[in-house]
């Protein structure tokens, strides 16, 4: 499909393309664009840089037989580029007001996250009417017999002794073993400090202030550290930029910025202690030493890398747009849709839409009897972006 096609459904959509470009375009994207231009000026050759303008010449020169154009209409389509860059700037503004929407609202939908969080922790017990809940299709899914013995199991556990647990118990730990992404980060070690998490809060920059937002992870006191709160905050652009105006597609993270842990001795579990043997070169005689070593943890989610003004090699240029992608999906998905990631339906939904995005792209190959797509016309993040339009349609019909 055509990232042309995406951008014509809502201008709302344009924000979730805008997301999943934004989590990509350091892999992917930006490095095609790099390409694209190589070419052109292998093409066409080297021009002198002589600001916006020139920028704005060079890549209307990439047209198929512009240079043959009389010059008068290619005056023109200079003038229609600077009114493109007009509009850029207008969507920018668009997109800024967006985000102070989702400031608003994010202050309606908290009272109740805050009793999400007062039901998972055990501190609120809902009553019988707020637990009331059918689910099509679940009795009929039952066979007779699973049913009676459904029935006499409930009746033991009724004249059982009561082990009622506190709450949900590993609410959120259960999540992160479910997203497959989130379970890549996941260790061993992780999990007893996770069952300590008790709820997971996205919050937005000020009016005023440079765009951004910020997700809060609250843990109860534990034995691992002293911190109540750890934050990660996510900062983002949403401008055009002055060298490549016509890439703009609205806002994008452009950097990240992680909290200090405060370990409680010998429980820092981004680090292990490994044992060195060392041998003097004189006297011969040997000694054992101690040192800390990194080792993989989800917490070193909070000590993310640096982008750097200078560049950045491809493994640590990947690690930061992984880094961009895991922060927008808790603040698009995880934390909107928490319960539905614990039973695992939301799982399911999204499984099922990328199983209809195969089939449509089946359907796609056929049509064209074998030729291959044109690659210039297809945007190589089209797959994120359906993820985040679907996320958008789903939100929107819930509210």
Same mark, same amino acid.
């Given at each position: #499909?055509?990232? +042309?096609? /995406?951008?014509? *459904? =809502?201008?709302?959509?344009? &924000?979730?393309?805008?997301?999943?470009?934004?989590?990509?375009?350091?892999?992917?994207?930006?490095?095609?664009? &790099?390409?694209?231009?190589?070419?052109?000026?292998?093409?066409?050759?080297?021009?002198?840089?002589? +600001?916006?303008?020139?920028?704005?010449?060079?890549?209307?020169?990439?047209?198929?037989?512009?240079?043959?154009?009389?010059?008068?209409?290619?005056?023109?389509?200079?003038?229609? &580029?600077?009114?493109?860059?007009?509009?850029?700037?207008?969507?920018?503004?668009?997109?800024?007001?967006?985000?102070?929407?989702?400031?608003?609202?994010?202050?309606?939908?908290?009272?109740?996250?805050?009793?999400?969080?007062?039901?998972?922790?055990?501190?609120?017990?809902?009553?019988?009417?707020?637990?009331?809940?059918?689910?099509?299709?679940?009795?009929?899914?039952?066979?007779?017999?699973?049913? @009676?013995?459904?029935?006499?199991?409930?009746?033991?556990?009724?004249?059982?002794?009561?082990?009622?647990?506190?709450?949900?118990?590993?609410?959120?730990?259960?999540?992160?073993?479910?997203?497959?992404?989130?379970?890549?980060?996941?260790?061993?070690?992780?999990?007893?400090?996770?069952?300590?998490?008790?709820?997971?809060?996205?919050?937005?920059?000020?009016?005023?202030?440079? #765009?951004?937002?910020?997700?809060?992870?609250? /843990?109860?006191?534990?034995?691992?550290?002293?911190? =109540?709160?750890?934050?990660?905050?996510? @900062? #983002?652009?949403?401008?055009?930029?002055?060298?490549?105006?016509?890439?703009?597609?609205?806002?994008?993270?452009?950097? *990240?910025?992680?909290? &200090?842990?405060?370990?409680? @001795?010998?429980?820092?579990?981004?680090?292990?202690?490994?044992?060195?043997?060392?041998?003097?070169?004189?006297?011969?005689?040997?000694?054992?030493?101690? @040192?800390?070593?990194?080792?993989?943890?989800?917490?070193?989610?909070?000590?993310?890398?640096?982008?750097?003004?200078?560049? #950045?090699?491809?493994?640590?240029?990947?690690?930061?747009?992984?880094?961009?992608?895991?922060?927008?999906?808790?603040?698009?998905?995880?934390?909107?849709?928490?319960?539905?990631?614990?039973? +695992?339906?939301?799982?399911?939904?999204?499984?099922?839409?990328?199983?209809?995005?195969?089939?449509?792209?089946?359907?796609?190959?056929?049509?064209?009897?074998?030729?291959?797509?044109?690659? +210039?016309?297809?945007?190589? =993040?089209?797959?994120?972006?359906?993820?985040?339009?679907?996320?958008?349609?789903?939100?929107?019909?819930?509210?």
């Amino acid at each position: #499909m055509l990232r +042309g096609d /995406f951008f014509f *459904c =809502t201008s709302q959509f344009a &924000k979730s393309v805008r997301a999943a470009r934004s989590v990509s375009q350091r892999v992917i994207a930006m490095e095609a664009r &790099k390409n694209e231009k190589n070419e052109a000026r292998g093409k066409g050759g080297n021009k002198t840089s002589q +600001g916006d303008r020139t920028e704005i010449i060079s890549e209307a020169e990439r047209i198929p037989n512009f240079s043959a154009l009389p010059k008068a209409v290619k005056r023109r389509v200079y003038a229609l &580029k600077r009114l493109q860059v007009q509009s850029a700037h207008i969507e920018a503004k668009f997109y800024e007001e967006v985000h102070e929407l989702e400031r608003k609202y994010a202050g309606l939908y908290q009272p109740i996250f805050d009793k999400r969080r007062e039901v998972v922790s055990g501190a609120v017990e809902p009553t019988d009417e707020e637990c009331e809940w059918h689910s099509e299709g679940e009795e009929e899914e039952l066979a007779e017999d699973l049913k @009676k013995k459904a029935a006499l199991e409930e009746k033991k556990e009724e004249s059982a002794p009561a082990d009622d647990p506190k709450g949900i118990p590993e609410f959120w730990l259960t999540i992160f073993k479910h997203v497959d992404m989130l379970g890549e980060m996941l260790q061993e070690h992780d999990e007893p400090i996770l069952k300590h998490l008790q709820d997971i809060k996205v919050k937005f920059s000020e009016p005023g202030q440079p #765009m951004s937002f910020t997700l809060e992870f609250h /843990f109860e006191p534990n034995s691992y550290f002293s911190n =109540t709160v750890l934050t990660k905050v996510y @900062k #983002m652009k949403s401008e055009p930029d002055s060298a490549d105006p016509f890439s703009f597609e609205g806002p994008e993270i452009v950097d *990240c910025e992680g909290c &200090k842990i405060d370990w409680h @001795k010998g429980k820092d579990v981004t680090v292990k202690t490994i044992k060195k043997k060392q041998k003097h070169k004189g006297r011969g005689t040997v000694r054992t030493i101690t @040192k800390e070593v990194p080792q993989d943890s989800f917490f070193n989610f909070f000590n993310p890398v640096k982008a750097s003004p200078d560049g #950045m090699d491809e493994d640590l240029d990947f690690t930061l747009a992984t880094d961009f992608e895991i922060g927008h999906f808790f603040r698009e998905r995880i934390i909107p849709r928490a319960v539905l990631y614990f039973t +695992g339906e939301a799982l399911e939904d999204d499984e099922s839409f990328e199983e209809e995005d195969l089939e449509e792209g089946e359907e796609e190959d056929l049509d064209e009897e074998g030729e291959e797509e044109d690659e +210039g016309d297809l945007d190589p =993040t089209v797959s994120m972006i359906h993820f985040h339009f679907h996320a958008f349609l789903e939100r929107a019909s819930a509210s």
